[in-house]
């Protein structure tokens, strides 16, 4: 078995200390699709914005304001690269 370990950022406590946020800048190019479709950002919060963290592009990564994020994983979902996962508190 193969383990690969990517660097990233990481968020805790997202959706009212629900999930922990994590986004790999080894896998985000900095597209912004996660900004696009994130239903908070579409009701003109800022809840996934530009961190200064940069992707494998040398482009911006992103990162949520762990009080605005509900931790739905639209962000997750919609990641053309496979770059955010939400990870859910048991």
Known sequence: MVETTYKG?????????????????DLC????????????NNKGEKCLNWSNE???????????????????GTCEMVCPDSAIRVEKNQ
Do not use: F, H, S
């Open 9 to 25: 950022i990481k968020v805790e406590g997202c959706g009212k200390g629900r999930a922990t946020w994590y986004l790999y800048t």
């Open 29 to 40: 190019k900095g597209c912004g699709l996660c900004i696009v479709k994130c239903p908070i």
């Open 54 to 72: 940069v992707g494998i592009y040398m482009t911006p990564a992103v990162q949520p304001d762990p009080n605005l994020c509900i931790a739905c």
